[in-house]
C-alpha cells in the first residue's frame, strides 16, 4: 500500500504492507528514532506525536493515518539544535542507555505543551507509559522539572 | 580527600544528547541492504527428544532462502555464557540439539526475505517430538529417578564437578573451623529458608544482532552484546570460522543487566551469512526474550546461624540451591558468587561451611544478571540478621556494625572461593559501611520510625534496612586495555575494548584519560568495543569496567604523558623533573611556563624527530575491593487486604571515589529501582507442563515513574587505593539490598516474615492470615 502523511514537517509517500504498524513503517523509512522495544503498545520506546497526542506507534495502522502529521524526537528537536527537554535531559543525567529516552522525551513534551507547570505526581502519571530499566525514573524526573523550568522562563522572557 | 580537576565532576555523558536526539544507532537502527530475517522455531514441551523434522514445506514457503535444525548444522558443543576463555561454564549447548530441554528451547531457524515469510514458513515445519518425562523441581533434581537432561558428551571445560548423570551443573562447597563446635558454643540457632525467584532482565532493547559480509568477505557482526570479544571468540568455534575474519562491531547498547552477556543470537545470524553469503538480521521479539533468552536464577538458601547471647556468632551454614534451568550458564559462577560476595560480610566468623548446588530443571535458562548471585545470597542473609538481631534484642544497625568487615581485615572466603578456581586472599582497603549506615539510617529517621508501627486505619507503617558488598572485577582474570594516540590540536583518541552498554563507561574512562592528561571530555574521542579497531577487554560484566578498564586508561595516559614530557623538554630544553601537565597544555613549576599539548603534537608530528605520540596498556588486578552499601525502607501495610505501600526508600553506597557521581547515583538509582520492581512485581507464572504464560510486558509487571516511592541517594565520601583515583565499582550492587530491605520491614510493621517475593498482596495477606492476624 501506499499513503501520504507528513513527519517532522515532511509531507512524503510511504510504502507499507496493508496490517503494517506505524512504528515499523517509520522505521523502514529511515525514522529508527523510532525504537521498538515490545510491539505489544507496554514499553513506550516507540511513542510518537500523531496530530499532537502521544500515542504507541506500534499500536497504530499505517493505513489509518493518510493525510495526517506526526513528530518524532528529531521532529522535537536534533543534534544541532536541541530542544530544551532534550538538554534537560543530558544535564540531568536523566539518560543512560538511551533506548527508552526518544519516547520518554516525546511523551515529556506533549506532557509540558499541555501542563507547563506539572506536578511530580502529574509527572510520573504522564511517563507511566514509558518503561525504562536503567535510570530508575529519578533523574527523567528531574530533567522533566528542569525543562519545564526553563519552557516557562524561556516562555516568560519572550 | 584528593584534589581532582576532571575526577569526581558531573561531566556529561559524551553520548548523551545524541541518544536524546535519537541520533545515535543501535543494532537495529543500522540499514543492512537486501538483508535476510531470521525467525527462530520452539519447543512447545517442556523435555522432549525430536524423532523427526520434515522441512520440505517449509522451504518450499515464500521468501525463503534456507531453514537450519539438527539434520544440517554442525553441533559444536559450547556454552553461551561470554566468558573468559576457557568459559567456567559446562558445555553442554550446540546449535540446533535432537533434543529439547525447556518450553521455548531453540529448534529450528528459518531464514527468508522478509519476518513475515520467515514466520510464515515456521509454521510448516513439521517436528516429531518423543515425549520425555520433565524435571521442573530442582530439589528432586539430584533424586536417582530424576529425568536427566543432559547428555555424557556434555562436560565442564575445567577442573570443576559437573556430573550430568545428577543434574548437576555445579557444585561449590567450602568451610573452616567447625561446625559442631559452633553449634555447642551457641545459646540458640536460627534455620531458615529463603526462596529467590525467576526475573526477566527486562532491557528495554531485545537481544538484536545483524550480520554480513564486508569488501573483503569478512564477516561483520554488529550486535547488542555486553562481550564483543568473547562473542567473536564463541562465533569463530561454533561456527568454525577463522576468527581472523570476524569483525565484532558493538553499537549503542539499549540496555544488558548480565542479558547481553549472552551469546546466542551471534552464532545463529553468522551461520545464515556463512552458509548462503546473505546479510542476515535476528531481533527478539519481547516474548522471546521473556522466554528463551536468559534470567535470574532462582535460588534456594537455607541459612543456619549460631549465636551467643553476648551477640557473637558461632557458626554458620549456608546451603544454596541454584535452579539452572535447562542449561548451565554461569550456573557455577552465579553460585560460588551466592556465597563468595556474601559470606565475607561476615568475616569475623570462625566456623563456617557453604555447600551450593546448581542443578538443570526443564525450565527457562538462567544466566548472568546484575547482582550476579549477591542478590540471591543477600536475600536470605539481611533477613537473618534482622531475626537474629530482634532475638537479642538489639538494633539491626549496631548489630551490622559489630559483625561486617572493616578496613584492614580480611576474610578466608575471599581465598577459599574463586570463579570456577580458588579465589584471592586479598584485604578490605576501604570500607565506609559504617557512614553509609549513619546517612541511610538519618535519612530514614530509623531512630523515630523503627519498631513503632504508626497506625492509620488499616496501614501500618515499617521500617527496614539491608546491607552488602560486591566486588570490582574478578580478580587475576578479567582483563581490559587502551590505546591512546595525540591528534594536531591537542586531542586524543581513546581506543577501549571496555563495552559502553548504557552504563556511561565511555564518559568515565574519558575522565579518567583526562585527569591524567589535563583535557575534558571534548577532547578525548572514545571508541569502545569494535574487535577491528580497539584492544582486547572481557567485556561489560563483573562490574569490572571501571576498576579495571579505567586501570588501563590510567595506565595507557601516563605512559602518553611521558611521550608528551620527552617532548616538550626537546622542544624547550626544560628540566623534565619539573614538568607537569595542567590545563591542555605542560608547565614548568620552577619557571612558569607553559606549552600548549597542540604545539607538543604540531612538533612531534611535524617538526623534528617525528613521531606519533601513542601507547597502549593493558590492567589486571590481584584483588577485587568491594563496594559496600547501606539501603532503608519505609512502607505501609494494609492490613485488610496485604497490600503494599513503598512510602520512601535511602540508600548510602560506598563505592570509592566516584568518578562522575551523576552517572554513579544513576547507576545505584537504576539498580534500586530494578530491585523494588523485583520484590514488588516481577515473576515468572508457569503451567504445570512447565511454560511461561506472562512473557510480555503487558503481563509481567516492571516499575514505571509512577510506581517509585520517595528516593534518596547518597555516595559516601572513600577512597579505595588500589583503584583508578580511588575507586571501586557501582554498577551491581544497588540490586541486592530492596528485597530484604521490604521483607524487614514488613516484617517491622506487621510481625510477619516472608521468605518469597514478589511481596504482593496474595502472598502479604496470606502470611498474616497464617499469622492468626486476620
Redesign the interface.
Known amino acids: 500500500m501506499k499513503a501520504e502523511f507528513t513527519v517532522n514537517g515532511s509531507a512524503r509517500t510511504f510504502t507499507f504492507?496493508p496490517d503494517e504498524r506505524l512504528l515499523i513503517t517509520l522505521?523502514n523509512h529511515?525514522y529508527?528514532?523510532?525504537?521498538?522495544?515490545?510491539?505489544?503498545?507496554?514499553?513506550g520506546?516507540c511513542v510518537i506525536l500523531l496530530n499532537d497526542k502521544p500515542v504507541n506507534s506500534c499500536q497504530v495502522l499505517t493505513a489509518s493515518v493518510t493525510g495526517q502529521t506526526i513528530t518524532?524526537?528529531?521532529g522535537i528537536?536534533?543534534?544541532h539544535t536541541?530542544h530544551i527537554i532534550?538538554?534537560a535531559?543530558?544535564?540531568?543525567?536523566a539518560?543512560?542507555?538511551?533506548?527508552?529516552?526518544?519516547g520518554m522525551?516525546t511523551a515529556a513534551y506533549a506532557l509540558l505543551r499541555e501542563n507547563p507547570d506539572p506536578s511530580e505526581a502529574e509527572?510520573?502519571?504522564a511517563?507511566?507509559?514509558?518503561?525504562?530499566?536503567?535510570?530508575?525514573?529519578?533523574?527523567?524526573?528531574e530533567a522533566v522539572q528542569r525543562a519545564a523550568q526553563r519552557l516557562r522562563e524561556t516562555q516568560g522572557n519572550e | 580527600m584528593k584534589k581532582y580537576t576532571r575526577i569526581g565532576k558531573a561531566e556529561l555523558k559524551i553520548d548523551s544528547l545524541s541518544l536524546a536526539t535519537g541520533n545515535h544507532k543501535f543494532t537495529d537502527d543500522f540499514a543492512v541492504k537486501d538483508s535476510l530475517h531470521l525467525a527462530l522455531l520452539y519447543s512447545p514441551h517442556a523435555h522432549a527428544e525430536i524423532l523427526d523434522i520434515d522441512d520440505s514445506e517449509a522451504r518450499k514457503s515464500s521468501g525463503v532462502m534456507g531453514v537450519f535444525h539438527y539434520k544440517n548444522v554442525k553441533p559444536i558443543l559450547h556454552t553461551t555464557a561470554g566468558q573468559g576463555f576457557p568459559e567456567p561454564s559446562p558445555y553442554d549447548t550446540v546449535l540446533f540439539d535432537k533434543k529439547v530441554r525447556f518450553v521455548g528451547d531453540k529448534v529450528a531457524m528459518v531464514a527468508a526475505k522478509s519476518l513475515k515469510e520467515a514466520r510464515e514458513a515456521l509454521k510448516k515445519i513439521r517436528v516429531e517430538y518423543k515425549i520425555l518425562d520433565p524435571l521442573f523441581d530442582p530439589e528432586k533434581a539430584m533424586e536417582a529417578d530424576a529425568p536427566k537432561l543432559h547428555g555424557p558428551d556434555h562436560h565442564a571445560a575445567i577442573p570443576v564437578t559437573y556430573d550430568p548423570d545428577k543434574n548437576l551443573a555445579a557444585e561449590v562447597e567450602i568451610g573452616f573451623g567447625d561446625l559442631k563446635k559452633g553449634e555447642s558454643e551457641a545459646d540458640f540457632i536460627v534455620d531458615e529458608t529463603y526462596h529467590a525467584h525467576y526475573a526477566s532482565h527486562c532491557a528495554i532493547e531485545p537481544h538484536s544482532v545483524k550480520t554480513f559480509f564486508d569488501e573483503m568477505g569478512r564477516l561483520v557482526i554488529i550486535s547488542s552484546t555486553q562481550v564483543p570479544f568473547h562473542a567473536r571468540r564463541i562465533v569463530s568455534k561454533v561456527c568454525e570460522f577463522p576468527l581472523a575474519k570476524i569483525r565484532v562491531v558493538k553499537p549503542r547498547i539499549g540496555g544488558g543487566f548480565g542479558a547481553k552477556q549472552e551469546v546466542m543470537l551471534e552464532q545463529l545470524a553468522a551461520w545464515v551469512t556463512i552458509k548462503l553469503k546473505q546479510p542476515a538480521t535476528l531481533i527478539l521479539s519481547r516474548e522471546e526474550v521473556f522466554r528463551s533468552s536468559r534470567t535470574r536464577h532462582p535460588v534456594r538458601t537455607r541459612l543456619t546461624m549460631g549465636v551467643k547471647k553476648n551477640g557473637e556468632i558461632t557458626f554458620l551454614d549456608m546451603n544454596t540451591l541454584l535452579n539452572s534451568g535447562a542449561y548451565g550458564t554461569h550456573a557455577l559462577t552465579v553460585l560460588s558468587n551466592c556465597g563468595a560476595k556474601v559470606l565475607p560480610l561476615l568475616n569475623k566468623i570462625e566456623n563456617l561451611h557453604f555447600l551450593g548446588r546448581s542443578v538443570y530443571t526443564n525450565l527457562p535458562v538462567g544466566g548472568a544478571y546484575r547482582g550476579y548471585g549477591a542478590t540471591q545470597g543477600y536475600f536470605a542473609l539481611n533477613q537473618h540478621l534482622d531475626i537474629i538481631s530482634r532475638k537479642l534484642h538489639v538494633d539491626f544497625i549496631d548489630f551490622v556494625k559489630k559483625h561486617h568487615i572493616r578496613e584492614g581485615e580480611t576474610s578466608q572466603v575471599f581465598k577459599a572461593i574463586g570463579e570456577g578456581t580458588e579465589g584471592v586472599t586479598q584485604t578490605v582497603k576501604s570500607c565506609e559501611l559504617d557512614a553509609c549506615l549513619d546517612w541511610g539510617a538519618r535519612a530514614i529517621g530509623w531512630k523515630d520510625k523503627r519498631g513503632k508501627r504508626i497506625t492509620n486505619g488499616d496501614k501500618v507503617r515499617g521500617i527496614g534496612a539491608a546491607v552488602a558488598m560486591q566486588g570490582s572485577g574478578i580478580p587475576l582474570i578479567d582483563m581490559g586495555a587502551a590505546s591512546m594516540k595525540i591528534n594536531d590540536d591537542g586531542s586524543f583518541n581513546l581506543d577501549v575494548g571496555a563495552t559502553d552498554i548504557g552504563t556511561g563507561s565511555d564518559t568515565i574512562l574519558a575522565q579518567i584519560a583526562g585527569e591524567v592528561l589535563g583535557v575534558g571530555p571534548d577532547k578525548i574521542i572514545v571508541l569502545s568495543s569494535d574487535t577491528d579497531r580497539t584492544p582486547f577487554d572481557v567485556g561489560a560484566y563483573a562490574s569490572s569496567t571501571t576498576y579495571i578498564s579505567g586501570g588501563a586508561v590510567k595506565k595507557c595516559a601516563e605512559k602518553i604523558r611521558e611521550q608528551i614530557f620527552d617532548v616538550a623538554v626537546t622542544m624547550k630544553g626544560w628540566d623534565r623533573k619539573d614538568l607537569v601537565l595542567a590545563e591542555e597544555s605542560v608547565k614548568n613549576r620552577k619557571t612558569g611556563e607553559t606549552v600548549s599539548l597542540s604545539d607538543i603534537a604540531v612538533f612531534a608530528l611535524y617538526t623534528k624527530d617525528q613521531f606519533q605520540i601513542q601507547a597502549s596498556a593493558s590492567h589486571t588486578a590481584p584483588e577485587s575491593p568491594p563496594p559496600f552499601i547501606a539501603h532503608f525502607v519505609e512502607l505501609d501495610v494494609d492490613k485488610r487486604t496485604g497490600k503494599v505501600d513503598l512510602i520512601r526508600v535511602a540508600t548510602a553506597v560506598d563505592c570509592g571515589q566516584a568518578i562522575n557521581p551523576v552517572l554513579a547515583e544513576g547507576q545505584v538509582e537504576g539498580a534500586v529501582v530494578n530491585g523494588l520492581s523485583y520484590a514488588m512485581a516481577e515473576k515468572y507464572v508457569f503451567t504445570s507442563k512447565g511454560n511461561l504464560i506472562n512473557a510480555h510486558f503487558k503481563d509481567y509487571k516492571i516499575f514505571t515513574a509512577a510506581d517509585l516511592p520517595e528516593m534518596k541517594t547518597h555516595i559516601v565520601e572513600s577512597y579505595e587505593e588500589t583503584g583508578p583515583f580511588g575507586a571501586k565499582s557501582v554498577a551491581e550492587i544497588g540490586i541486592n539490598v530492596s528485597m530484604p530491605a521490604i521483607a524487614n520491614a514488613i516484617y517491622d510493621a506487621v510481625g510477619v516474615r516472608l521468605f518469597q517475593a514478589p511481596f504482593t498482596p496474595d502472598k502479604v495477606y496470606a502470611a498474616l492470615k497464617k499469622a492468626g492476624q486476620l
Not at chain 1, 89 to 93: D, I, K, P, T
Not at chain 1, 95 to 102: A, I
Not at chain 1, 130 to 137: A, K, M, P, Q, V
Open positions: 504492507e522505521r529511515g529508527t528514532e523510532v525504537k521498538n522495544g515490545c510491539l505489544e503498545g507496554v514499553c520506546a518524532t524526537v528529531r528537536g536534533t543534534l536541541p532534550q538538554e535531559f543530558v544535564e540531568a543525567g539518560v543512560q542507555c538511551g533506548f527508552c529516552t526518544p522525551i509527572i510520573k502519571n511517563l507511566d507509559g514509558n518503561l525504562c530499566r536503567c535510570t530508575g525514573y529519578v533523574k527523567i524526573i
